[in-house]
């Protein structure tokens, strides 16, 4: 079967978040729902359903953005464990018809059918069989593309949401190409968009025609790749979770409850979330060496600046003095700051079997105090300025794959 032309699905389920959040309280169906971190804080909208989005409430959208929208707007807040369950049981499900399963997010992933759909009378035949499953046994509606690779099924899978199911077979390619607008293509976002414009390229099948010299003097290297995404072209493999790159970073971030100036509850913060970078890097064996801090003022002007070591850190206490460097070398007196981030990157896996850490009882008293938090929860104990913490709200990262601890982030 090596001969044969390839088969990728993209299975995206429709407005995850939301359908879960009407499936568990029946009250909330038909009805324009956002569900977010605090319907009583500072979050943005992390989906909508589409009642909701028939009123052009959006994802990412703060919560007076889409009450301006949808005054009825039902603010539900999430409730991830929930969504990382059910989104865990349907890729088991998915996994009975191959074993090539990639996680794109919690609630979209690629299955490459290629070699199995014949088992089961066909790849649309397969699409049906996952339809009615997810609709039988969590109420919930999906939509799928089939094509011959990952960027064109993504393309499918998202043309006739919700509860679409679109095929397009290799011969069908340059016809949909041809007039299809650059932007509808995944990985083109709003400025390749619009440097694509200013070439007067608008279709894929501009795209696709344009000099591969000219785009990659343009782009860089990725010109090769945007020429043979117009041509609907992408030898991406579709990818077990378990074959993932591995991580480059780990960070946190939080959106203060109301805006502020004051340096200490700034600094409280940002230890907070320096101590749970600190924390998660030490739960996976990573340890990095470079520090970046982000903070967004009131008017949501963003700036980002960061800090390389010469030394690994896994400490949420080094972590904090490198971050409160950068705030202090990017704030600007006496505006107001709304989001405070920090992350570290350069990571390197299992350091303690390599080399010794600096301070050896330091990273014996971290193993202590994390066992204390993994049993009765985060911050059980903590240092004496964070007793006055403050939770933020709870969310999914995207790195979160299956067999991971549930990915509660703050």
């Not at 324009?32 to 052009?56: F, L, Q, W």
């Not at 090769?224 to 074959?243: A, C, I, R, T």
């Not at 230890?271 to 600190?278: K, R």
């Not at 800090?307 to 705030?327: A, E, M, N, T």
């Amino acid at each position: 079967m090596s001969g044969l032309e390839r088969v990728v699905m993209h299975i995206d389920m429709d407005a995850f978040f939301a359908s879960v959040e009407q499936q568990t309280f029946p009250f909330l169906r038909g009805k324009p729902i956002g569900v977010c971190g605090d319907p009583e804080g500072r979050t943005v909208i992390a989906a909508a359903s589409y009642e909701a989005k028939r009123r052009g409430v959006k994802t990412a959208m703060t919560l007076p953005e889409a009450k301006k929208l949808c005054p009825e707007i039902i603010l539900v807040s999430g409730h991830p464990a929930k969504y990382v369950d059910t989104s865990t049981r349907i890729l088991a499900f998915y996994a009975a018809f191959t074993d090539r399963v990639e996680v794109f997010s919690i609630d979209e992933a690629f299955l490459d059918v290629t070699q199995t759909a014949h088992l089961f009378h066909g790849p649309e035949e397969i699409a049906r069989s996952i339809k009615s499953y997810i609709k039988e046994h969590f109420g919930l509606t999906c939509s799928v593309g089939i094509a011959p690779n990952k960027l064109l099924a993504k393309l499918c899978g998202e043309m006739h949401k919700p509860d679409g199911l679109t095929t397009v077979h290799p011969s069908e390619v340059a016809a949909l190409m041809e007039t299809l607008p650059v932007q509808e293509l995944c990985g083109i976002g709003p400025k390749t968009q619009e440097k694509l414009n200013r070439l007067g390229i608008r279709t894929c099948g501009e795209l696709g025609r344009y000099p591969e010299k000219q785009l990659n003097g343009i782009f860089g290297i990725v010109g090769s790749h945007l020429k043979h995404m117009g041509q609907g072209v992408d030898e991406n493999p579709v990818l077990p979770y378990f074959h993932e790159p591995a991580t480059k970073s780990m960070g946190h971030s939080f959106t203060l409850d109301k805006d502020t100036r004051d340096m200490a509850e700034i600094q409280r913060h940002l230890l907070q979330l320096s101590e749970q970078v600190g924390r998660r890097l030490r739960r996976d064996s990573f340890a990095g060496r470079t520090v970046s801090l982000v903070l967004r003022y009131a008017d949501f002007s963003t700036f980002i600046k960061q800090h390389s070591l010469k030394s690994y850190i896994d400490d949420g206490l080094r972590i904090y003095q490198v971050g409160i460097k950068l705030f202090k070398e990017l704030y600007q007196p006496p505006r107001l700051v709304r989001l405070l981030g920090i992350s570290v990157s350069g990571l390197v896996r299992d350091l303690k079997q390599t080399m010794a850490f600096e301070n050896a009882r330091a990273g014996s008293l971290f193993e202590s105090l994390d066992a204390v938090n993994d049993r009765y929860g985060e911050f059980s104990v903590a240092r004496a300025r964070l007793q006055e913490r403050t939770p933020g709200p709870r969310v999914i990262p995207p790195s979160w794959r299956p067999g991971a601890p549930t990915p509660v982030t703050r």
